[in-house]
């Protein structure tokens, strides 16, 4: 093998490549990165066998082959180049890999290309086309609603769901739930219902960053592996297999209170009580007062823990229904609370022990359509 | 030279009794008992003029009407106690951060490292009784030493409204020529016994061989003497409010080398700290297991699981963990001690999950209910029974 590659060209493919780089590798080649000439390009691929991920570099190839080195090395090395044309070369077996770049000078210890674990390519199967923007936002309100512990796999994944012009993203841990839709342009040929591991669609939206270009998604006919091609990236997951919980008979559609108030002040207060919740049992206590003779009603935000003091914040808020209190896990209250962006955000609850219910809402608390997020409450002492 | 006379007992004098005259001044001077007046009352507290007729804390009220029939019994209002409560405890917090409170009316304060900022121990203490009689109305007496145990007799005798600090060094002379009673820790089964003996005061108890208190109290014997020369514990338990922890130990009679066994101790330990836990509405972060190997080494281990304990089962499975392998790691040996902690106190509260209506803890709820009525042992785990004999079938 031998190819030219500008080093910020071959840096960024590093870069994305990287994200599937395994740490904690079983079999080492998976800690390496797989470099192959393809149709005039430079094939960069790494996996960590549960995520994998492929990105074409442009490149002049003076003699197709290929090889694989340690990703790390590698990554720290063109990092560090000057921006200037990269020259790499690879006797016939891969086993080594020269690299030369202004007057740089180095050889890496490359292992055989032959060993490197095969990345699935899905050219057939069902296809969704995106707007990357609606889907990197759609990931951003969900996956962080998925469970971190392997208890059931299947909460650790993001279900993806479509019967028509429209795929519904649903992440749940047990506590709390989030649910978005992506209008689409073109209705998939076939309904989907897959669940796709929440940190590859996390790795996804890193990689979308600010791209403008459509995403495809396909998915293999036997609805084992999932893959998201954008620009000159290919991304392949592991689906996870099993049945997800049907979740819509946890959105309740009946509230007793109702509290709309803007996100940001909501946001800055309950940033300021975390920090109190954080060193007690991480409890953020919230009161909804309706307003009365034309006063605003007003919403308390509250936290305490023994060992630091308490805070106490209020904000104006315009509350329908009964006066109400509920406690979050100032985690999970947080969390949704940043994925809202800035506007106004209704709560509706029917009582202090069931779902919290967050929706986005405009000027007149017409709900967004397209997001909801349950929260489940702490049962606390008041 | 550093004063290492650092520790004070701050006792508030016949507190209810003297809350009840901040809104009753007319009483003044009378013989006054808070108690509540039914046939199976007590005396909570006494004013020093119905003590004088013989009335003591804890006595049967029939009794303390006969011995002083012209007193005044006023049914104890805790609510009114209360913030008087919280104030005192407030001011003793404002001196040092090492505050463990014995009562409503009594704690300890260990002032070491306050000197410098608000004098010696003793300018403390009479601070500490001035701000007390003018933010509160009530009178407080102060005892100082090198320890609790110390402090606390000092306390005793300065009482009411006094101020005693014995110097270090002191303490052994200072308690010769007190009662045995005055003791903490003597009670009258022990008094009676030294009394057999012909012990009537503490000096006289100091004197006593070691070997011949051994043989009439077995192991308390030694720690029995060595009260009695005022050597005792220094410190005080830094009691910041959520720093507390609640804990059981058990030490074995004869070394225990059964796992079975041991683990039936830590499951009746682990009861005993969830309740403790429910009744103060609290939960634990933190599980520490504490395990003495004969003679005496002590080794703690803790566990932070990451989420709220509340329930014995939960502190149990933490602490079980714990002791399998602390002892595997000491060779599994007999064991002198075992005991269970709870640390790490929070807000109790629970996390719903998705789909759940709570009913929280009802089981729970009710053994604590049922446990508070009629004592620990109205409703045990099987565990904690004594097994079969070894030949049952």
């Known amino acids: 093998m031998k190819v030219q590659v500008l080093q910020e060209n071959l840096q960024r493919g590093l870069a994305i490549v990287g994200r599937a780089v395994a740490t904690r590798a079983t079999i080492p080649i998976i800690s390496n990165v797989l470099l192959q000439t393809e149709e005039g390009k430079l094939r960069l691929a790494a996996t960590d066998l549960d995520i994998s991920i492929v990105a074409w570099v442009g490149a002049k190839v003076d003699e197709p082959g290929a090889t694989t080195v340690p990703a790390r090395l590698i990554n720290d090395f063109v990092a560090n180049l000057p921006a200037a044309t990269v020259s790499l070369e690879a006797p016939a077996s891969g086993r080594q890999l020269r690299i030369e770049c202004a007057r740089n000078d180095s050889t890496i210890n490359a292992m055989d290309p032959a060993d490197f674990p095969r990345i699935a390519e899905i050219r057939d199967g069902v296809a969704v086309k995106f707007d990357p923007k609606a889907l990197k936002r759609a990931i951003e309100r969900v996956e962080f609603a998925a469970a971190t512990d392997d208890s059931r796999p299947v909460l650790t994944g993001v279900h993806l769901k479509s019967d028509g012009p429209r795929l519904t993203l649903a992440a749940a841990d047990g506590f709390r739930l989030a649910v978005a839709d992506i209008q689409l342009e073109e209705s998939p040929a076939e309904a989907i219902e897959v669940i796709v591991p929440a940190r590859a669609l996390r790795e996804l939206s890193r990689l979308i960053g600010d791209s403008n270009l459509p995403v495809e998604m396909r998915i293999n006919p036997q609805r084992s592996q999932v893959l998201f091609e954008w620009d000159e990236v290919q991304m392949v997951a592991q689906l996870i297999q099993g049945t997800f919980p049907n979740y819509n008979q946890l959105i309740p559609a009946q509230f007793n209170t109702r509290m709309i108030v803007d996100v940001d002040e909501f946001k800055r207060e309950a940033r300021i009580a975390a920090i109190f919740a954080r060193d007690g049992s991480g409890i953020i206590r919230l009161i909804m007062t309706p307003g009365e003779g034309g006063m605003p009603g007003q919403l308390t935000i509250s936290a305490r823990a023994d060992e630091v003091g308490g805070n106490e914040g209020k904000l104006d808020a315009l509350v329908e229904g009964d006066a109400s209190r509920i406690a979050f896990n100032s985690r999970y209250l947080q969390d949704v609370l940043n994925v809202l962006g800035s506007g106004r955000v209704a709560l509706e609850m029917t009582s202090p022990s069931a779902q919290g219910v967050f929706r986005p809402v405009d000027e007149n608390g017409v709900p967004e359509p397209g997001y909801v997020h349950v929260v489940m409450p702490m049962f606390v002492q008041w | ?393």
């Open chain 2, 1 to 393: 030279m550093v004063d290492t006379a650092t520790v004070l007992h701050v006792d508030l004098d016949a507190f209810f009794v003297a809350m009840e005259l901040l809104r009753r001044p007319e009483l003044r001077g009378r013989p006054v008992i808070v108690g509540y007046p039914g046939p199976r009352g007590v005396v909570s507290t006494a004013s020093y003029e119905a003590r004088r007729f013989g009335v003591r804390s804890a006595m049967p009220m029939a009794r303390a009407r006969e011995l002083c029939p012209g007193a005044v019994i006023l049914p104890p209002d805790f609510s009114w106690y209360a913030p008087a409560s919280r104030a005192f405890h407030a001011i003793l917090r404002s001196y040092s951060p090492a505050v463990e409170p014995v009562s409503v009316d009594e704690a300890y304060i260990d002032v070491a490292g306050s000197e410098r900022l608000f004098g010696t121990p003793a300018e403390i203490g009479a601070a500490i009784r001035e701000r007390i009689r003018a933010e509160i109305g009530i009178t407080a007496s102060v005892g100082i030493a090198v320890n609790r145990l110390v402090a606390k007799v000092a306390s005793d005798a300065a009482k009411p409204d006094g101020l005693l600090r014995v110097p270090p060094g002191e303490e052994a002379a200072f308690l010769a020529p007190r009662p045995v009673r005055d003791l903490p820790g003597v009670g009258r089964r022990t008094a009676d016994v030294l009394a057999g003996l012909g012990i009537a005061t503490i000096g006289e108890l100091a004197a006593v061989p070691e070997s011949v208190l051994e043989a009439k109290f077995g192991r308390h014997g030694a720690d029995l003497r060595r009260r009695a020369l005022g050597i005792a514990p220094g410190g005080v338990a830094s009691a910041l409010p959520g720093r507390r922890s609640i804990s059981r130990e058990h030490t074995f009679d004869r070394d225990e080398r059964s796992a079975e066994r041991l683990r039936a101790v830590l499951l009746s330990q682990a009861e005993r700290v969830a309740d403790d836990l429910a009744r103060q509405q609290r939960a634990a972060r933190t599980v520490v297991l504490k395990l003495r190997f004969p003679p005496f080494e002590t080794i703690t281990r803790s566990a932070t699981p990451g989420r709220q304990l509340l329930f014995a089962d939960e502190l149990y499975d933490t602490a079980a963990g714990l002791f399998e392998a602390a002892w595997e790691e000491h060779g599994r040996r007999p064991v002198r001690l075992i005991g269970l902690g709870a640390a790490g106190l929070t807000e109790r509260a629970r996390q719903l999950a998705l789909g759940e209506t709570p009913a929280p803890g009802a089981l729970h709820d009710a053994v604590l209910a049922l446990r508070e009525r009629y004592g620990d042992a109205v409703i045990r785990r099987a565990a904690e029974l004594p097994g079969p004999p070894a030949d049952a079938p």
